[in-house]
């Protein structure tokens, strides 16, 4: 994924920089409306947007250049529906925030299976897309200041939490797997390490592995999937335990509206 992104930073939330946002939506009339809602938005709160509008989901696969931090993606679609282009992001892309927007609300459950930021009903986009967007930029920000300082013989990086899919140990080294696919290496311990690390974001698969809960699509039969479709074994002994905290982080998720049709 390319990094045409300006450097953004706030203590509030708000976004200072420039915010790439991307429509995706075979209705024309629908795409005016947005870009209407957004440009108001803009205006009234002095944020700065870059806005690409694709018109389909192929237009988007053939043409999304690797910028881009939020996309409004609307579900019913010819060719490639909503869900299939979300499941596309999520392989390339994982830290682009997905925002469903659907005139169809019972479509609202299946969403979940592709861990939107958002669901927002068209015929609520109007009182609901201050919130979204506000609660976007939070997260933009929180990606960039809560982070994990790895130290090895090659120097020091600064990796953020949201981009650490898990972590796993061989001998006296660890592993950090990012979600860009590469991978750092350290000589420290996963108790250690899992104590510099959101026990709430955290779970340990086993003794050997620590994976981040943000990042698991689903559960199944014994197999953890992860968003870059990577699979972690489950043990028996543990896998009652991880399906529980899975569903807990999820179910939070829902309750504090990252996740739900309203906030």
């Known amino acids: 994924m390319g990094d045409g992104k300006e450097n953004r930073e706030s203590s509030k939330g708000k976004a200072e920089k420039m915010i790439y946002i991307g429509l995706v939506d075979d209705e024309c009339e629908h795409l005016m409306k947005m870009r209407t809602f957004l440009l108001q938005y803009e205006e009234e709160h002095n944020t700065k947007f870059s806005i690409q509008e694709f018109h389909n989901g192929l237009n988007f696969v053939e043409d999304y250049k690797g910028d881009l ?19 596309k992001i999520q392989e390339t892309a994982p830290d682009i925030l997905i925002i469903f927007v659907s005139a169809y609300e ?27 967007l506000e609660a976007a930029f939070r997260e933009i920000v929180s990606r960039t200041s809560e982070v994990y300082i790895a130290e090895n013989q090659q120097g020091i990086e600064k990796i953020p939490f949201r981009k650490i899919v898990y972590i796993w140990r061989e001998g006296k080294y660890l592993y950090i797997e990012k979600t860009d696919a590469t991978r750092c290496k350290v000589r420290s311990s996963l108790r250690k390490i899992s104590e510099k690390l959101p026990e709430d974001e955290f779970v340990w698969v086993d003794r050997g592995y620590l994976c981040n809960l943000y990042h698991v699509k689903q559960i199944k039969d014994n197999q953890m999937v992860l968003s870059t479709g990577q699979q972690l074994y489950i043990g028996e002994r543990r896998l009652a335990q991880l399906k529980h905290r899975i569903m807990e982080y999820w179910q939070a998720g829902t309750d504090n509206g990252k996740w739900s049709t309203n906030d």
């Open 69 to 87: 931090d939020i996309v409004f993606l609307d579900i019913e679609m010819q060719e490639l529906n909503g869900f299939e282009l979300a499941a």
């Open 106 to 132: 019972s479509y609202v459950y299946k969403s979940f299976e592709f861990r939107p930021f958002r669901f927002i009903p068209k015929q609520q986009m109007e009182s609901m897309i201050t919130q979204a």
